[in-house]
């Protein structure tokens, strides 16, 4: 709490005036979305079952897996202020299609412990969830799925994990203060810096969270790109400069009449998870030995 009181004389010193009001309601909804409510889940209906894993600070990560069938698996990170409940049924379509999952709430969100900061905690819980993944029985293949703040860890863990195969990335972004300031933007000028500026105060290293390092550290491993064309948070430039910084084999599919965080929902969850499907087939698999 200090903090945000920090935060907030800091806005007031603009004055007492209405863009010193604007500044504090866009510092306050920046900073809420870094203190998520914490949720407790119903026990999951099989095949899902529950998962916990405990990090090397003690903090407790919860979290589901699905089994695999074709020894591929594929670890999902949920973007912020989510949980793993975000990408559940992308990875139910792609366990019909005999994938493994492990989705996890990232420390600080849903049922897991820790804080919200999206640190170095975060990227342990992930590398711990690749590690419960590969102990699969047969599981010998490896993937990772993020969504928005979750594509920025996911391409960072898997930049440092060769064992990760096939990475994708939905509506991800290049440098988390860029893409601030731009979901931000307003006429008035400055007035995005409240939002870097609660960002910084919750805890996240801004300026560690850029994607484009590592998107180009994946070295050949297959990337995919997922992103909206009407998305009002990330810049249109901002996924095709990390298409660019990559590697092949990569493939971009920009969403027509997508936003953020509707993709599925504007493409079809048909394709969409189609899509998905059939580039971790011939990421992982190799041609003709995806399941149907």
Avoid: C
Avoid at 88 to 108: K, M, Q, S, W
Avoid at 141 to 156: D, E, F, K, Q
Wanted: hydrophobic share 50%.
């Amino acid at each position: 709490m200090a903090l945000v009181l920090a935060g907030a004389a800091a806005l007031a010193a603009l004055g007492g005036t209405w863009i010193a009001y604007r500044a504090a309601g866009v510092f306050r909804a920046q900073y809420a979305d870094f203190r998520p409510p914490r949720e407790t889940f119903p026990a999951p209906a099989a095949p899902l079952a529950d998962l916990t894993l405990r990090l090397g600070s003690g903090t407790v990560v919860k979290g589901w897996t699905l089994p695999s069938a074709n020894g591929a698996a594929v670890v999902f990170v949920h973007g912020s202020p989510g949980d793993r409940r975000a990408l559940l049924e992308t990875a139910r379509a792609l366990h019909g299609a005999g994938y493994g999952a492990v989705l996890i709430d990232v420390p600080g969100h849903g049922e897991s412990a820790g804080r919200a900061t999206w640190d170095a905690e975060t990227l342990e819980a992930v590398r711990a969830a690749l590690d419960a993944a590969a102990k699969g029985p047969q599981v010998r293949r490896l993937a990772l799925v993020g969504y928005s703040m979750g594509s920025n860890i996911a391409a960072r863990v898997a930049a440092a994990e060769p064992g990760v195969g096939a990475v994708v990335l939905l509506a991800p972004f290049t440098d988390l203060a860029e893409q601030l300031r731009y979901q931000y933007r307003h006429r008035i000028p400055g007035l995005s810096e409240a939002a870097v500026l609660a960002t910084r105060i919750a805890g996240v290293p801004v300026a560690q969270m850029r994607t484009t390092e590592s998107v180009a550290a994946l070295r050949g491993r297959a990337l995919m790109i997922i992103a909206g064309d009407l998305d009002a948070a990330i810049p249109a430039a901002m996924p095709r400069a990390l298409f660019a910084a990559a590697g092949e084999p990569k493939v971009l599919w920009v969403v027509k009449g997508a936003g953020h965080a509707d993709a599925r929902r504007i493409a079809g969850p048909v394709e969409f998870d189609g899509r998905i499907r059939d580039f971790l087939d011939a990421s992982l698999l190799g041609p003709g030995r995806g399941a149907r």
